[in-house]
T-cell receptor, first 111, second 114 residues
């Protein structure tokens, strides 16, 4: 089976940094995705990691350690519009059509 | 231009009715998906089609029947609706074989069964 764990909720202040952790135990690994989902809207793609290390994209960065089954999404210079749910998803095999999602982490940014 | 579109956005219906949700993508992708997101926000795959062929059929009641008339469309028909079917249903598409085959999601259809 697939086991993907994320914290349920996090709160941070505008301008601060927040790190959302994701640990996974899956039968196979071929990449990890992070999605952002605002309330009442569709998930939108943020980042993809398949090799160990840090991928930086503006204010958002994503890190992967395959040996530890661990990833994090780092949100810097938080803005109110970053209040959303952040979903971690794992693809198990290169020819696998399925993504296994974690339950998501709801981030609330306060002024 | 909307990349992945779904209709309707909201659907309120009585138990026992039959309803359909339509999905279209204009990204030229070859793979389409249906996901269900329940009240706890957990996103779970239901079906996947690649080039109109059913690839994934998770443990979903056979009251749910997907249909893909062509690569750009994947519709979901639900028979004999039950209270537990109330959820948000998301359509998504991707290009298999691409390096990341990122999935792009439609806006969702909020189904409420009364």
């Amino acid at each position: 089976g697939q086991n993907i764990d994320q914290p349920t909720e996090m709160t941070a202040t505008e301008g601060a940094i927040v790190q959302i952790n994701c640990t996974y135990q899956t039968s196979g690994f071929n990449g990890l995705f992070w999605y952002q989902q605002h309330a009442g809207e569709a998930p939108t793609f943020l980042s993809y990691n398949v090799l160990d290390g840090l991928e930086e994209k503006g204010r958002f960065s994503s890190f992967l350690s395959r040996s530890k089954g661990y990833s994090y999404l780092l949100l810097k210079e938080l803005q109110m519009k970053d209040s959303a749910s952040y979903l971690c998803a794992v693809k198990r095999h290169s020819n696998d059509y399925k993504l296994s999602f974690g339950a998501g982490t709801t981030v609330t940014v306060r002024a | 231009d909307t990349a992945v579109s779904q209709t309707p956005k909201y659907l309120v219906t009585q138990m026992g009715n039959d309803k359909s949700i339509k999905c279209e993508q204009n990204l030229g992708h070859d793979t389409m998906y249906w996901y269900k997101q329940d009240s706890k926000k957990f996103l779970k795959i239901m079906f996947s089609y690649n080039n109109k062929e059913l690839i994934i059929n998770e443990t979903v009641p056979n009251r749910f029947s997907p249909k893909s008339p062509d690569k750009a469309h994947l519709n979901l028909h639900i028979n004999s609706l039950e209270l537990g079917d109330s959820a948000v249903y998301f359509c998504a598409s991707s290009h298999q074989g691409a390096i990341t085959d990122t999935q792009y999601f439609g806006p969702g259809t909020r189904l409420t069964v009364l």
